[in-house]
């Protein structure tokens, strides 16, 4: 398994301003995965993060809007940029460990 | 068209019950990987089982055991024995192109299961 966590937990926000998650694991990965989940909704992937190459977007995700960064083959950032009422919502990241797939604990954004 | 349908918004279900969740997936991969995730109140996702497309038994995993039927393309969760903490909502998923890992997931719309005492 891995052991993922994020920062911050929760977060409110005004609009027009940009919020930057971290998730941390604590073994190296090659592929870190990051989640939105609407409330009351299911989970869509937003975009998938490979050390030394720029993220992979998801049809409805823009670069621009969600900017991702994978320093290392431990840490990844997503931000929430120019942020609307929309974008509340809870924000996952997650790693591939060999067949299994696990979740960071989730950063519970509101946008006001 | 959905690639996961789970067509059991809620549930209820009394204590000490067994409890049969639905899923059905669709793929044109011959290698997929089928996940459940419970999801308490506080938001986590917490992993149960895992069956990957070319494993000839079903996955268990404690009281949990997926109901693997290929042929109708179903990956029903079974939870035996369900307890008052089984309360949350359980979600489907499906990983194309098993690679490793290399690919994100596809997740059903979920089935919010209640457990009466």
């Known amino acids: 398994s891995a052991v993922i966590s994020q920062k911050p937990s929760r977060d409110i926000c005004q609009r027009g301003t940009s919020l930057t998650i971290q998730c941390q694991v604590d073994?190296?990965?090659?592929?870190m995965f990051w989640y939105r989940q609407q409330p009351g909704q299911s989970l869509t992937l937003i975009a998938t993060a490979n050390q030394g190459s720029e993220a992979t977007y998801e049809s409805g995700f823009v670069i621009d809007k969600f900017p991702i960064s994978r320093p290392n083959l431990t840490f990844s950032t997503l931000t929430v940029s120019n942020m609307s009422p929309e974008d509340s919502s809870i924000y996952l990241c997650s790693v591939g460990v060999g067949s299994e797939q696990y979740f960071g604990p989730g950063t519970r954004l509101t946008v006001t | 068209a959905q690639k996961i349908t789970q067509t059991q918004p809620g549930m209820f279900v009394q204590e000490k019950e067994a409890v049969t969740l639905d899923c059905t997936y669709d793929t044109s991969d011959q290698s997929y990987g089928l996940f459940w995730y419970k999801q308490p109140s506080s938001g986590e996702m917490i992993f149960l089982i895992y069956q990957g497309s070319y494993d000839e038994q079903n996955a268990t995993e404690g009281r949990y055991s997926l109901n693997f039927q290929k042929a109708r393309k179903s990956a029903n969760l079974v939870i035996s024995a369900s307890q008052l903490g089984d309360s949350a909502m359980y979600f489907c998923?499906?990983?194309?192109?098993w690679g490793g890992g290399a690919d994100g997931l596809t997740f059903g719309k979920g089935t919010h299961l209640i457990i009466q005492p």
């Open positions: 998923a499906m990983r194309e192109a």
């Open positions: 073994s190296q990965v090659t592929m």
